[in-house]
């Protein structure tokens, strides 16, 4: 066990104010904090209350001022386009303080909220960091969201100003994203007074006469803006992820401990230098590329990829190790299902043979459980360390991770080894007790958690409170459930609630089912997550019929999958729809979607001594045989 990592958690926990004041000597202040942690509030912790600084200007400016204004920042690496482009710091600050001046122009103050609904472009990364400029709350909506989800955000972000991109592209789909947008705004209660709209060659939007403007001839007439100090704790962006209902959550992100905790990793857990070449293979729309596509390696003065392609497809499985070869690639970030993808297409590595890989030296991979086959094989293939992490968008930066940068300990595949300094992870059964070793519970972190973590949910404290603190006073809930071995390596095993995880999206079942429920000839339904080779998990749904329905279980069932991406989006992957007779219960009502689940994936299950009526649960597994063997 590294002596170094030992230490720095120890201390981490025992005198959190040290070890945080220490890190944020990494970060540039207007104003130093009055308080590292102000704990006068608990359950609610703020960090460095009284700082004053600007997280846009720690990204780029400092960069530009001193010294690394020709060191190259952000590289767009785009092979559904054929673009591969460079952006050195000073560069970056031009385009970021110009598109400032755009937003500024329309009157946006501190605290007003941008939303941003666009593709993996550079002018998405040039949007998050304007609005941090300005010291705006962006909310970035991952492109793949259907018009429902994102008139929900629209509503609860309440954004002045929307800036999109008229499209993305998917392998070799152009998506409009413009259509999407106007159908959202329609739904939405909330109306937005601008929305910009990034035109694309690819595809060119209509826009709405006096509402939307034009990127391009906006910048043209723009002023560069300066930096605007903000409060340590003012929100720099605002995230949604999936909650077990149909609502997300609106995570909040501050600036100061985003900032610090962001930078602390990169070196310490990701053990990655400014100048160096970090990839996170991700999404800005997810929590993984706002930290470590955007924040994290900039704040670092590092070279960050963001990279609009596929693991597989775009045009091979040897599109990653091209992209590590051209860019010099020193870490590089990914799922395990990007993998599982590559794996199943190269399943000898014959792609990376074709390549110079030596300047990558980690693998780390996060974003659902990593099976140690994809573990062993991305190591043994890569000849470097490939090491399992866990965090969530709640947490924003790693909670258990095998931190390179204070001393590499032994990589036991199927684990995200231990917990990151300033995270204090137990394991706690149902009644709050703590268990020892090996014993599967909750999987809580004492309060406080460490700065960059969510300080609350978006105007929603009580929420906040009573989604993760009320469980287990005194700890926050991951929702995961695990267990921790006599090493103090964590084992993260499922979730505890309707969560499921998608090739590495969190979905919410809850959210599924509401979308099926609202179709006109469906009674009931339940939707379950169903172990998948490639993606994990894939969503099943089970529906019963109104009485008096005669249609043909085909049709419904099509219909039902275009409900969901139509109101969801093409990525939950919901492509199955069984109609059943009735769905299994327990006396008192309650769906068994756990038994369901283990039915579905062949996993031992005793038939519940509460269930109402035993054949119906029978008929559910007939169902399932029949479309395991035939597909339908
Ligand atoms: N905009 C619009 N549609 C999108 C989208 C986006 N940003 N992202 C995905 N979709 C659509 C896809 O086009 C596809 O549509 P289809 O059903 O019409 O074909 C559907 O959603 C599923 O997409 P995807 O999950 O990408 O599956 P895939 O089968 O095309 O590719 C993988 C499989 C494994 C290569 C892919 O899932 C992948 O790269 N996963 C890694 C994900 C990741 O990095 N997660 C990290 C979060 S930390
Ligand atoms: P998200 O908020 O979308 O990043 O999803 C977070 C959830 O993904 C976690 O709560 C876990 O359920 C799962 N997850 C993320 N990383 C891992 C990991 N390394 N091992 C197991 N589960 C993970």
């Known amino acids: 066990m590294s002596a170094e990592y030992l230490a720095?958690?120890?201390?981490?926990?025992?005198?959190?104010?040290?070890?945080?004041?220490?890190?944020?000597?990494?970060?540039?202040?207007?104003?130093?904090?009055?308080r590292v942690l102000d704990d006068s509030q608990p359950p609610f912790y703020r960090w460095f209350t009284g700082g004053v600084l600007n997280t846009c200007y720690n990204a780029v400016d400092r960069h530009v001022e001193r010294g690394r204004g020709r060191q190259t920042a952000l590289i767009y690496d785009s092979p559904v386009t054929g673009t591969v482009r460079s952006y050195t710091f000073a560069e970056l600050q031009h385009h970021v303080s110009t598109l400032a001046g755009v937003l500024a122009a329309q009157d946006l103050h501190k605290g007003d909220r941008v939303l941003i609904y666009m593709p993996g472009v550079p002018e998405a990364v040039f949007?998050?960091?304007?609005?941090?400029?300005?010291?705006?709350?962006?909310?970035?909506?991952?492109?793949?969201?259907?018009?429902?989800?994102?008139?929900?955000?629209?509503?609860?972000?309440?954004?002045?100003?929307?800036?999109t991109a008229s499209c993305?592209?998917?392998?070799?789909?152009?998506?409009?994203?413009?259509?999407?947008?106007?159908?959202?705004?329609?739904?939405?209660?909330?109306?937005?007074?601008?929305?910009?709209?990034?035109?694309?060659?690819?595809?060119?939007?209509?826009?709405?006469?006096?509402?939307?403007?034009?990127?391009?001839?906006?910048?043209?007439?723009?002023?560069?803006?300066?930096?605007?100090?903000?409060e340590a704790t003012d929100p720099l962006y605002i995230h949604y992820t999936s909650g077990t209902t149909g609502i997300p959550k609106g995570v909040v992100r501050d600036n100061g401990g985003h900032a610090v905790a962001l930078k602390w990793a990169m070196e310490h857990v990701y053990s990655v230098g400014p100048g160096e070449?970090?990839?996170?293979?991700?999404?800005?729309?997810?929590?993984?590329?706002?930290?470590?596509?955007?924040?994290?390696?900039?704040?670092?003065?590092?070279?960050?990829?963001?990279?609009?392609?596929?693991?597989?497809?775009?045009?091979?499985?040897?599109?990653?190790?091209?992209?590590?070869?051209?860019?010099?690639?020193?870490?590089l970030f990914t799922a395990p299902t990007a993998f599982r993808a590559i794996k199943r297409e190269d399943p000898t590595g014959e792609q990376l043979t074709r390549f110079n890989l030596s300047r990558l030296r980690l693998l780390f991979l996060a974003g659902e459980r990593c099976d140690p086959d994809t573990l062993n094989w991305a190591a043994e293939r890569l000849g470097i360390p490939a090491l399992d992490h866990w965090w969530q968008t709640e947490l924003g930066w790693p909670a258990l991770a095998n931190c390179a940068g204070i001393g590499l300990q032994p990589v036991k595949p199927g684990s995200p080894t231990r917990a990151v300094p300033g995270y204090d992870i137990r394991v706690l059964d149902d009644e709050g007790h703590e268990l020892g070793p090996d014993a599967t519970g909750n999987i809580v972190i004492r309060l406080p958690l460490p700065p960059g973590t969510l300080p609350t949910l978006w105007h929603d404290d009580a929420g906040y409170e009573k989604?993760?603190?009320?469980?287990?006073?005194?700890?926050?809930?991951?929702?995961?459930?695990?267990?921790?071995d006599v090493d103090g390596?964590?084992?993260?095993?499922?979730?505890?609630?309707?969560?499921?995880n998608v090739a590495g999206h969190r979905l919410s079942t809850g959210g599924l089912e509401e979308v099926l429920a609202s179709h006109p000839d469906v009674a009931e339904c339940a939707v379950i997550g169903h172990v998948d080779a490639l993606k994990?998990?894939?969503p099943i749904g089970f529906v019963v019929l109104k009485a008096g329905v005669?249609?043909?279980?085909?049709?419904?069932?099509?219909?039902?999958?275009?409900?969901?991406?139509?109101?969801?989006?093409?990525?939950?992957?919901?492509?199955?729809?069984?109609?059943?007779?009735?769905?299994?219960?327990?006396?008192s009502g309650k769906i068994l979607r756990g038994t369901m689940k283990k039915m579905a994936d062949g996993d031992h299950f005793t038939m519940p001594a509460t269930i109402e009526d035993a054949s119906v649960l029978s008929a559910v597994g007939e169902r399932l045989q029949a479309w395991e063997r035939n597909g339908s």
């Open 8 to 34: 720095a958690h120890a201390r981490s926990l025992l005198d959190p104010e040290t070890f945080w004041a220490e890190a944020a000597a990494g970060i540039i202040w207007t104003r130093r904090w009055d």
């Open 127 to 163: 949007g998050m960091l304007a609005c941090a400029r300005l010291g705006l709350v962006h909310s970035v909506v991952f492109g793949g969201f259907a018009s429902k989800e994102l008139a929900t955000r629209i509503d609860d972000a309440k954004p002045r100003v929307i800036l």
């Open 168 to 230: 993305g592209i998917e392998a070799a789909r152009v998506i409009a994203y413009k259509p999407l947008l106007d159908a959202a705004i329609d739904l939405a209660e909330h109306v937005p007074e601008r929305c910009i709209v990034f035109q694309r060659p690819q595809c060119q939007a209509a826009l709405t006469p006096g509402r939307d403007l034009d990127w391009a001839t906006a910048l043209r007439d723009a002023v560069p803006a300066g930096c605007v100090p903000v």
């Open 277 to 331: 070449v970090f990839w996170a293979a991700s999404d800005i729309g997810w929590t993984v590329g706002h930290g470590f596509i955007v924040y994290g390696p900039l704040l670092h003065g590092a070279t960050t990829i963001l990279y609009e392609g596929k693991p597989v497809g775009t045009p091979d499985a040897g599109a990653f190790w091209r992209v590590c070869e051209q860019h010099g690639v020193n870490v």
């Open 467 to 484: 989604a993760y603190l009320r469980r287990f006073p005194g700890y926050y809930l991951t929702g995961d459930a695990g267990y921790r």
């Open 489 to 500: 390596y964590f084992y993260v095993m499922s979730r505890i609630d309707d969560i499921i």
């Open 536 to 538: 994990g998990e894939v």
């Open 550 to 587: 005669n249609r043909a279980e085909p049709e419904i069932a099509a219909e039902l999958v275009e409900r969901v991406r139509n109101t969801i989006g093409a990525f939950a992957c919901f492509k199955t729809a069984l109609v059943v007779a009735g769905l299994p219960k327990t006396r």
